[in-house]
């Protein structure tokens, strides 16, 4: 089973001007990723819009962009839906179009018991032979997997990593100790959080974040689990010079600002679906500053 290590780079749906999604573009994101050391993708998690894709849309882009990654770099595949029925045919049908692996949430606004979020993934792992890394994002759910939950979730044979979005680092802790190695752990970027260096720091295994989109090779540098002191040094190096990316990137709802920045980049992205709108005005000129003060804009 591939279990995720590094720098997984939740990437951006790219749509056109006219709001169509845009595979040339997604091969051109596949590609930059490529050159820069990226170790996995997420596709279609939170930073990919997916509730604001059609079913149709969503299975287009099982089919196209596994196709095109095979071989190339490993895809791991959103495939949550509103119900545990609709995610096991999704996750059924990425399957078969070739995912390596799926990243999974609770379903939004049920805000199910713990009891009922294991059944949901349990059933959902029983559908499907690939990995799957169990995304936990409260804030964007309304519940928190609590780390007895995890723990619980770590014995299924095709669950074998755990995304943290959450701002406790005991949580952390609890999953590490609990699951003893059956899991792989990574966590969010979000700067709020501060999770990068307290995960690296109790032998976690990257992170799954959305500042790749715009610095790849420092989010790869900056992800690597901790081999020796050197290492720990690199990322604290990193994660200073690049927090206020990381906050700017997080300024508006994900993934308005990383769309924008993309854009500033020469890169394909395209405007977000309403009911998100574009960052513009100050924000825009603040974040086009720093790309430049940061030297990474010109590609």
Not at 59 to 88: H, S, W
Request: proline share 7%.
């Amino acid at each position: 089973m591939l279990r995720p290590t590094g720098s997984w780079v939740a990437l951006v749906t790219p749509f056109s001007e006219a709001g169509e999604v845009d595979f040339a573009g997604f091969e051109r994101l596949i590609d930059f990723q490529i050159e820069h050391g990226t170790s996995g993708l997420l596709i279609m998690g939170s930073t990919g819009e997916p509730t604001l894709l059609s079913m149709d849309e969503r299975q287009e882009i099982l089919d196209r962009v596994c196709a095109y990654a095979k071989n190339r770099i490993p895809i791991f595949a959103g495939t949550t839906c509103g119900n545990t029925r609709e995610t096991i045919e999704l996750s059924r049908y990425a399957e078969k179009a070739g995912a390596d692996g799926l990243l999974l949430l609770v379903p939004s606004y049920a805000c199910p018991p713990q009891d009922g979020i294991y059944a949901h993934f349990k059933a959902v792992a029983e559908a499907v032979s690939i990995p799957i890394a169990v995304y936990n994002n409260p804030s964007r759910v309304g519940v928190n997997i609590d780390p007895a939950t995890m723990i619980k979730l770590a014995d299924i044979p095709n669950i074998v990593a755990d995304k943290e979005a959450m701002g406790n680092v005991s949580q952390l802790v609890e999953v590490l100790r609990g699951t003893k190695g059956r899991l792989h752990l990574l966590c969010c970027d979000y700067p709020g959080y501060g999770l990068i260096i307290p995960t690296l720091a109790l032998g976690g295994h990257g992170t799954a974040n959305i500042a790749g989109n715009v610095i790849p090779h420092q989010m790869a540098e900056m992800s690597r689990p901790w081999q020796s002191w050197e290492d720990a040094a690199r990322t604290r190096e990193l994660y200073f010079h690049y927090v206020p990316l990381l906050s700017a990137l997080y300024s508006l709802s994900n993934p308005i600002a990383v769309k924008a920045a993309l854009r500033l980049m020469g890169l394909p992205g395209g405007p977000v679906r309403p009911p998100l709108v574009e960052m513009t005005g100050e924000k825009l000129r603040q974040l086009d500053k720093l790309l430049e003060t940061l030297g990474v804009k010109v590609r």
